[in-house]
């Protein structure tokens, strides 16, 4: 079974430039997550989506960032304009709902960008 | 709220001496538990986790965590370190209910010295 699949691995861009991510989680997932790590943290929740409804978007800053998931299968993350302060790893997640699967989040490799 | 504090950001011991990374949580309601290790440049893989069915919890390596409700910690151990378990370690808390974010612990960085 394919695990989750993230692209670009890796994204160099300058300042004030566009950027997406592209996730693709574990077949039959119904919950997506994307989490910020920034170097030496761990990671934090920016959105998370259950099928195509994102049900927690608290953390994710509006005026620059936005995420779609459409058909509630695979997702994409956008950052416009990204700033320096973007630099970080953009991971996703995915988890399969059930009272016997206890909230076990599986990740991908994630995308690490840096904003010069 | 819940959170999680990880105590030391790197451990360093020698190999096949005990690995024990500490992890301390706070949550307003009982809490699933995990224990994700990431080796560079890779996502995070789950070592553990615990979901109330039993307090001592064994994982993949040959790793293991206590849950510890009086303490509300839930440490990670393993007997005897070898190389490859150098990486970084994060402790992560969730509610017990739904798909429901990780909060993370900052991470705790494990050097294991021949």
């Known amino acids: 079974e394919a695990g989750v699949v993230q692209s670009p691995r890796y994204k160099i861009i300058e300042k004030k430039q566009p950027v997406a991510f592209w996730c693709n989680p574990i077949?039959?997932?119904?919950?997506l997550y994307w989490y910020l790590q920034n170097l030496g943290q761990g990671p934090e929740l920016l959105i998370r989506?259950?099928?195509?409804?994102?049900?927690?978007d608290s953390q994710l800053p509006k005026d620059r960032f936005s995420a779609e998931r459409l058909k509630g299968v695979d997702s994409t993350l956008k950052i416009q304009p990204a700033e320096l302060g973007d630099s970080a790893v953009y991971l996703c997640?995915?988890?399969?709902?059930?009272?016997?699967?206890?909230?076990?989040?599986?990740f991908g490799p994630g995308t690490r960008l840096t904003v010069l | 709220a819940q959170s999680v504090t990880q105590l030391g950001s790197h451990v360093s011991v020698s190999e096949g001496a005990l690995v024990l990374l500490r992890c301390n949580y706070s949550?307003?309601?009982?809490?699933?538990l995990f224990w994700y290790v990431q080796y560079p440049n890779q996502g995070l893989q789950l070592l553990l986790k615990?979901?109330?069915?039993?307090?001592l919890v064994k994982g993949i390596n040959g790793f293991e965590a206590e849950f510890k409700k009086s303490e509300t910690s839930f440490h990670l151990t393993k007997p005897s370190a070898h190389m490859s378990d150098a990486a970084e370690y994060f402790c992560?808390?969730?509610?017990?209910?739904?798909?429901?974010?990780?909060?993370f612990g900052k991470g705790t960085r494990l050097s294991v010295i021949a």
């Open positions: 949550s307003s309601v009982p809490p699933y």
């Open positions: 615990y979901t109330s069915a039993a307090t």
């Open positions: 989506y259950e099928n195509e409804e994102a049900v927690d």
């Open positions: 997640a995915s988890s399969l709902a059930g009272a016997h699967n206890y909230n076990e989040q599986f």
């Open positions: 992560a808390v969730s509610q017990n209910s739904g798909n429901t974010p990780l909060v």
């Open positions: 077949s039959g997932h119904n919950t």
